[in-house]
């Protein structure tokens, strides 16, 4: 049990320092130290086997991560089908409507964006990386996701948020209508300014992820906003379950 735990320690401290990596601007062993409270001998050990293995890179004495990480998310991100079915219909509907699109799989309790589609004209949505996870609860990617999960799941997912009895029926009797509608619409209730629609993407029971369109509030008129956006990604989240339904994804693990 204590060789357990001490690996577990081990574990955690290694992921600590390359967060505070991340967070960092290629910062010294005596920065990460102070970081993240171990000593400096100790972090410049955890640096030391981080290198030899590759996932860290040294340069007069400051760090950075390499780019096995890339590497490890390009394939982690080819392992879904959504990716391969959705990535030309979307790319080709942003060229067409100068709009930013991002496309997003669940992971966990999370709509994780897989991959984006900008523009000249595209929306500086807060937080719009790849990777970036966002919560179920509270994204209108994350809300059309949760909508389609078992209650089951939902429940889990109210716990983990601590959510209290008032809110989580309000959530519920939102995701149901959410449910039977085909998108759904957020007029600046996350970001503001910002408007987007989001949409499942569903072959039969099989839930894959969700797509949404993002642009600034003001750029659009009624028509728009009520037909021609919405319309459009109905059209191409279409598309996308066709092509899923259709391809064999064998060998997910491709090149692109």
């Not at 004495?61 to 982690?76: A, E, N, Q, T, V």
Request: with cysteine.
């Amino acid at each position: 049990m204590v060789t357990q735990n001490k690996g577990i320690k081990t574990a955690q401290n290694s992921f600590a320092i390359v967060e505070a990596i991340v967070e960092g601007d290629q910062p010294t062993c005596t920065e990460l130290s102070e970081e993240v409270d171990l000593s400096v001998s100790s972090v410049y050990n955890y640096l030391k086997t981080l290198k030899e293995e590759g996932y860290v890179v040294e340069n007069d004495g400051r760090y950075r991560l390499s780019l096995k990480f890339l590497k490890y998310g390009r394939m982690i991100r080819n392992s879904y089908p959504l990716m391969h079915a959705a990535i030309k219909p979307i790319d080709l509907l942003a060229k067409a409507i100068d709009e930013y699109l991002s496309l997003f799989v669940r992971e966990n309790y999370s709509a994780v964006m897989i991959h984006e589609a900008n523009s000249r004209f595209a929306v500086e949505v807060p937080t719009r990386f790849l990777g970036e996870p966002f919560h179920l609860t509270r994204s209108p990617q994350g809300k059309v996701i949760l909508a389609h999960m078992p209650d089951e799941f939902r429940r889990d997912v109210f716990e983990a948020e601590e959510l209290g009895s008032r809110r989580r029926d309000e959530l519920e009797a939102e995701l149901e209508t959410i449910a039977n509608q085909r998108h759904l619409v957020d007029d600046g209730q996350t970001h503001e300014n910002i408007w987007a629609i989001a949409a499942p993407v569903r072959t039969g029971d099989e839930l894959y992820g969700s797509l949404m369109i993002s642009t600034i509030r003001h750029r659009l008129d009624d028509r728009r906003a009520r037909t021609e956006l919405p319309d459009l990604l109905d059209r191409t989240v279409q598309e996308v379950e066709h092509r899923l339904a259709k391809y064999d994804f064998d060998d997910l693990y491709s090149t692109w």
